[in-house]
């Protein structure tokens, strides 16, 4: 924006204007006009009773009209930052602040850049919207179309079942149908990751009874447990429990999470120990597995991991991993 007006400099002009011209003139008419009273020149005490009233005046003048200036500069500086402090306090977008484009001096031009500031972040903030949609949508329509694909390969496979093969075969149709099935569940975390992070996901925390959910969970997942062979080593109070401030569903989809990991990835260590500490109100989940590391191809990209961890910082909990080649442990816990 052209700045059309120096707000500084047209200050010093007139304060130098005002302090300077007066004893110009003073000393002009002095000089070549000189004043008389009754025919009698101004004597010299006189002149300088003049001369000290007029410096006076200029001197009480100047403050006054400095006092003005800074007055009304302070005003328009504060009306700026009220509009910036007001944005920072409420957590809310700032608004364009009132700019007179005919005087445009540096406190307008500074009132220009700031809104030149704030529509490059509207328009950022929309671009942004716009393309987290279309990353959404397009997510979205990924995942339902990739299962049509899905379910005919199955169909396939199941027909070639039925057919006589050698063992070799019916081992790589097992394969087969195993990779198919994994991609499946990956697509099902990304489709939850995507609504849990668009809001699609209703998140109504309430005072939740951990004890409880956390045996309703391991109850549902011990038929699972049991079919792989894993050893439980449960700690679940009976009588004892706390509460936290969260979501049931949620916690119990970042339990189905842990619980659904360490059937993929750590089955072969046979064993799996869930704890609920009510002294230091944790839950405990440890296996026996090669770890978050070592794991097999079956790792994939941790989506279901990124999704618990996002669920849980919006509960203000948190999940600290512990792996190595022995085993995985996960603790959660309070923020």
Not at 151 to 161: A, D, S, V, Y
Not at 194 to 216: E, Q
Not at 237 to 259: G, I, Q, S
Request: glycine share 6%.
């Amino acid at each position: 924006m052209k700045q059309t007006r120096s707000l500084f400099r047209h200050f010093l002009k007139g304060h130098f204007l005002f302090i300077f011209f007066p004893p110009m003139v003073l000393i002009f008419f002095s000089a070549f006009f000189g004043v008389s009273t009754h025919g009698e020149e101004l004597n010299t005490l006189n002149l300088f009773y003049v001369v000290l009233l007029l410096f006076g005046f200029i001197i009480i003048v100047f403050v006054v009209i400095s006092w003005i200036f800074f007055l009304r500069l302070r005003k328009r500086l504060t009306r700026l930052q009220e509009v910036m402090s007001f944005s920072a306090n409420h957590n809310s977008f700032p608004i364009p602040i009132s700019v007179q484009s005919d005087r445009m001096d540096e406190i307008d031009q500074l009132g220009s850049s700031f809104n030149w500031m704030i529509q490059q972040l509207e328009d950022s903030r929309k671009r942004e919207y716009e393309e987290e949609l279309l990353r959404h949508r397009l997510i979205a329509n990924l995942s339902h179309d990739l299962r049509t694909p899905l379910t005919i390969l199955r169909g396939h496979i199941t027909r070639l079942n039925k057919e006589s093969m050698s063992l070799e075969g019916q081992n790589s149709l097992a394969e087969m149908n195993h990779t198919i099935t994994r991609v499946g569940d990956l697509m099902d975390d990304l489709l939850s990751y995507t609504l849990l992070t668009s809001g699609k996901h209703p998140f109504g925390p309430t005072s939740t009874d951990i004890g409880r959910l956390v045996r309703a969970s391991v109850a549902a997942w011990y038929p699972v447990f049991e079919e792989k062979e894993i050893q439980l080593d449960i700690d679940l109070p009976a009588e004892e429990t706390f509460y936290w401030e969260a979501d049931p569903k949620w916690m119990t989809r970042v339990l189905d999470n842990l619980f659904q990991n360490i059937v993929r990835h750590a089955a072969e260590g046979k064993y799996a120990k869930i704890v609920v500490d009510v002294v230091n109100e944790q839950i405990i989940v440890a296996d026996r597995g090669p770890g978050m590391d070592n794991s097999s191809y079956e790792h994939g990209a941790g989506i279901g991991l990124s999704a618990s961890n996002y669920m849980l910082k919006k509960m203000k909990l948190k999940a600290d991993f512990t792996s190595n080649k022995h085993g995985t442990r996960v603790v959660i816990a309070r923020a």
